[in-house]
């Protein structure tokens, strides 16, 4: 052992102490002012916990920080809880109306009516590409199929059409549109494309860039 | 119909802002560092939250164990889902399902990592040097280029700073 350590002295080697990057004699010094120390014993006592949760992360995890999150998850979530609240004001809507007709034709009819309004059968689709992302809710219309259309992330200005492509590559163009100011656009719109073939649905630029694309599942 | 908007989006963006990054990490342990499967584990995670504002009140419970639980059941049943199509290639066994338990444990980690975050590079550096790699004070001093003391000083000052970041998230064991 060298000359003792002082109380300064021993608190600063701590950290060094309590991670395990003291050489043996430094590490000796330490302890031995420790034993006679109850205020750097108070101090080790803080410390002491800390490698035992550093040693839940990995190096690489400690170097690199916690992964970060881009705009493009928080742009799809809202997308996703935007085409949730229009749902839900259309139910809401649905249901006042079958109110009104349990009123006028009594229970049963307007039970039965409300069923069928209800289950409608709208289905979702939805995909993202980089910034932009897209919502389609789909039913089969008498001429064909029914889109509307929920639009996230394209640049201001952005001239786009949405396009329907069938399952013998016809392609059919939806909706045309130029985008707001916040990039987002609501569209309604048809296809000629009935449901049963419809593939896929194709967000592009007049310029013919394809923005987002989404697959339609099969019926 | 009344325009839904700028207040909706605000509690979307307030909730992601909260949670989206701890998820994020979570998720990545859940799946093996999958990015694509780790975003939509967060998204159906958050969309929950979302559908049931309640449970984003405290006094109810921890916030984030609740969070940090859905998340779970969703990285498990997205995991059965795809094991039940025999005909997918490529698709790994999720690399880590903690059972309920270990769920404050994961709690605990990203919390570590988040309050490590926000030490100073300096302090950072001397953590990684000393205690991840192991280093000794003459070694780290080496790497560093700075004396042995202060790398002594650093460490300790970057564990005090690091102990006070981690009281502010609530972690005191």
């Given at each position: 052992m060298t000359s003792p350590l002082n109380c300064a002295e021993a608190t600063v080697a701590l950290g060094a102490y309590v991670v395990g990057a003291l050489d043996p004699r430094e590490r000796a010094d330490v302890e031995a002012h420790l034993a006679h120390c109850p205020a750097c014993r108070d101090e080790l006592a803080q410390l002491a916990p800390l490698p035992g949760l550093m040693s839940r992360l990995t190096l690489h995890e400690a170097v690199s920080g916690p992964p970060p999150v881009d705009d493009a998850m928080l742009e799809r979530l809202l997308i996703a809880t935007e085409h949730e609240r229009r749902?839900?004001?259309?139910?809401?809507?649905?249901?006042?109306?079958?109110?009104?007709?349990?009123?006028?034709?009594?229970t049963t009819a307007g039970v039965s009516m409300w069923h069928s309004m209800h289950t409608t059968h709208w289905e979702?689709?939805?995909?993202?590409?980089?910034?932009v992302s897209m919502a389609v809710d789909i039913e089969p219309s008498a001429t064909g199929?029914?889109?509307?259309?929920?639009?996230?992330?394209?640049?201001?200005?952005?001239?786009?059409?949405?396009?329907?492509?069938?399952?013998?590559?016809?392609?059919?163009?939806?909706g045309s549109w130029e985008?707001?100011?916040?990039?987002?656009?609501?569209?309604?719109?048809?296809?000629?494309?009935e449901r049963a073939h419809l593939q896929r649905l194709m967000i592009k630029t007049y310029d013919g860039k394809t923005l987002v694309s989404a697959a339609v599942p099969s019926v | 119909m009344v325009p839904v908007g700028s207040a909706e989006d605000a509690a979307v963006r307030m909730l992601y802002e909260q949670h989206a990054a701890p998820l994020l990490a979570y998720a990545l342990r859940l799946t093996g560092g999958d990015r694509g499967r780790s975003e939509d584990i967060v998204q159906e995670t958050l969309l929950r939250a979302w559908r049931h504002p309640e449970v984003l009140d405290p006094d109810r419970g921890p916030v984030r164990?609740?969070?940090?639980?859905?998340?779970?059941?969703?990285?498990?049943?997205?995991?059965?889902?795809?094991?039940?199509r025999p005909t997918e290639v490529g698709d790994e066994a999720l690399a880590v399902v903690?059972?309920?338990?270990?769920?404050?444990?994961?709690?605990?980690?990203?919390?570590?990592?988040?309050?490590?975050?926000?030490?100073?590079?300096?302090?950072?550096?001397?953590?990684v040097e000393t205690y991840y790699r192991g280093r000794s004070v003459a070694e780290a001093a080496a790497v560093l280029g700075v004396p042995p003391g202060t790398v002594k000083s650093r460490t300790f000052y970057a564990l005090r700073a690091?102990?006070?970041?981690?009281?502010?998230?609530?972690?005191?064991?």
């Open positions: 749902h839900a004001s259309k139910r809401r809507w649905l249901a006042a109306a079958a109110a009104v007709v349990v009123l006028a034709g009594g979702h689709v939805a995909a993202q590409q980089g910034l199929t029914a889109l509307q259309l929920s639009l996230r992330g394209v640049p201001s200005g952005e001239r786009c059409r949405l396009i329907a492509i069938a399952d013998d590559g016809t392609q059919d163009v939806a985008a707001t100011y916040s990039g987002t656009a609501s569209i309604r719109g048809t296809t000629s494309i | 164990s609740w969070l940090f639980t859905v998340a779970r059941n969703v990285a498990v049943d997205a995991h059965r889902a795809r094991r039940a903690p059972a309920g338990d270990e769920i404050e444990q994961a709690l605990d980690t990203w919390l570590v990592a988040d309050a490590l975050a926000t030490l100073s590079p300096d302090h950072r550096a001397v953590l690091l102990r006070l970041a981690l009281e502010e998230r609530g972690v005191t064991q």
